[in-house]
Structure formats: structure tokens, C-alpha cells
């Protein structure tokens, strides 16, 4: 069983940043793909951004693309999303998880963390 913490969200003006931390318990294997996925209020939960075990595969959303980026520290099993510029449409709550394969569907994804909450105000 994998466990995913995830740090970092909080209240925000729009232009502003943030970064997000996600903490796998040490049962994690580093070679794992990681993702970032969010949920704003009334809507579904969608892809952010992911990230491979060696960080040459990492795609994004196209609406978080130049502004977002993920990155991963394994010897931490730590993953980061870096968030700027940030806009009122990105208020959400942001979720980690893992998955064993590269992918950047949800039902791709086998272990998911409680979620951090994110607003920007405009």
C-alpha cells in the first residue's frame, strides 16, 4: 500500500504561486509515474500534470502549460508541482498520485492522496 501526503495549497491573489508538495510513504517504489490531478467545486477531477520515474516523460494540461511544473526528488519520494502565475480557474483541490505505468487517465492511477486545497483570488 502506497500512502500520498500532499503539503503546500493555501489562499492565493491571482498572478501569484505556489508550490505543492507530495510525500509517498516509503513503501513507494521510485519507479512509479506520479501525477497531479484537481477538482474545482461542481465539476470533475481532472488531469494536471505526471511525471515518470526518471522525469523525461512529463506532460501537462494544456490550460496549466507554461505556468505549472512538476518535478520529482526520489531519493525523497517527493514530487513537486511549482504553480505560477496562478488564476482564479485554477482554484481547486489538487490531488497526488501514483500509478505503475506512465498515463494520465484517473482510472490509470492506483494510489490517490487526501488532496490540498487551493484558491486564488482575483
Known amino acids: ?7 503546500g495549497g493555501g489562499l492565493v491573489q491571482a498572478g501569484g504561486s505556489l508550490r505543492l508538495s507530495c510525500a509517498a510513504s516509503r513503501r513507494a517504489d521510485s519507479t512509479y509515474t506520479m501525477g497531479w ?3 474545482a467545486p461542481g465539476k ?17 494540461a494544456d490550460s496549466v502549460k507554461g505556468r505549472f511544473t512538476i518535478s520529482r526528488d526520489n531519493a525523497k519520494n517527493t514530487v513537486f508541482l511549482q504553480m505560477n502565475s496562478l488564476k482564479p480557474e485554477d482554484t481547486a483541490v489538487y490531488y497526488c498520485a501514483a500509478a505503475r505505468l506512465p498515463g494520465t487517465g484517473l482510472q490509470e492511477y492506483d494510489y490517490w492522496g487526501q488532496g490540498t486545497q487551493v484558491t486564488v483570488s482575483s
Open 1 to 7: 500500500q502506497v500512502q500520498l501526503v500532499e503539503s
Open 37 to 39: 490531478f484537481r477538482q
Open 44 to 60: 470533475g477531477r481532472e488531469f494536471v500534470a505526471a511525471i515518470n520515474w526518471s522525469g523525461g516523460w512529463t506532460p501537462y
